[in-house]
């Protein structure tokens, strides 16, 4: 599954935003902040979080670990994210996709939320969570439990001012029933 141009997607009007979770997903986001995503991956949440006037104050941070104990911050606090983060978006068959980008080192994590006809039976599903490469190679998945929370969005990226990223992504198969493989 690859991605596709941004600008097509936004030009013909899809609204490419998750599909909403069975029950609220938790949050490493403050109350005076909106949540752009959110998902558990079992041990861990997985967020990404806002500034909520984002005409005035336009802040971005991705979150991971457990609440009172967060493990990475990304990027620090005063980075404007067109500085921080690079996004782009899925098409495929039955549905789409959203995903942001961003690198830490040797790391580089790419949050997604996508539905397709990957179900049982053919039917739409949604895939989402955090995949992690380093120096290239497939290094950790981190899928969503539950679903996810998500208002990642071409109309979210375009106030924040973030760029479609120059290489494109595949939604490794540990995000996908066997059946989709």
């Known amino acids: 599954m690859r991605a596709t141009a941004f600008g097509f997607l936004a030009a013909a009007g899809f609204a490419l935003v998750g599909a909403p979770a069975l ?88 949050i997604f939320t996508a539905d397709g006809k990957w179900g049982r039976g053919g039917t739409i599903a949604e895939a989402s969570g955090v995949t992690v490469e380093k120096d290239g190679k497939e290094f950790a998945n981190f899928p969503c439990r539950g679903g996810a929370e998500s208002e990642m969005s071409p109309d979210l990226f375009e106030k924040l001012g973030l760029k479609e990223a120059a290489e494109e992504f595949d939604i490794p198969d540990a995000f996908l029933p066997k059946s989709a493989r």
């Open 23 to 110: 029950a609220a997903a938790p949050t490493l986001c403050a109350a005076n902040e909106q949540v752009v995503f959110s998902c558990s991956t079992g041990a861990h949440t997985a967020s990404i979080c806002a500034s909520r006037d984002l005409l005035k104050d336009a802040a971005m941070q991705y979150r991971f670990g457990k609440s009172g104990s967060v493990e990475l911050v990304y990027p620090e606090a005063g980075v404007k994210p067109a500085d921080a983060f690079t996004l782009g978006t899925l098409a495929f068959s039955g549905g789409g996709g959203v995903w942001l980008r961003f690198n830490k080192g040797p790391f580089r994590y790419t």
